[in-house]
């Protein structure tokens, strides 16, 4: 099997807490360890999903954040 990186790209705008962390951990449970976690934050005023990616983040160095930003 080969040891290529991976990326893995998933989106949230407004998801409940529950679903999120499921989602999550889902792709982080995977038997391929070799991923980059690249998390969109479609919706910067939401604190709350803010707040749940940032702590994913801190303990998983594959996650990287992404936040778009709102329209003017």
């Not at 391929?32 to 998983?60: A, Q, S, T």
């Amino acid at each position: 099997m080969s040891n290529k990186l991976v990326s893995v790209i998933m989106s949230t705008f407004n998801e409940n807490e529950a679903e999120l962390r499921n989602a999550i951990e889902s792709i982080l449970n995977q038997t391929y360890r070799n991923i980059e976690f690249l998390i969109v934050l479609d919706n910067p005023e939401n604190n709350g999903i803010f707040n749940i990616l940032n702590e994913y983040r801190e303990k998983d160095k594959r996650i990287k954040l992404i936040i778009s930003l709102a329209p003017k």
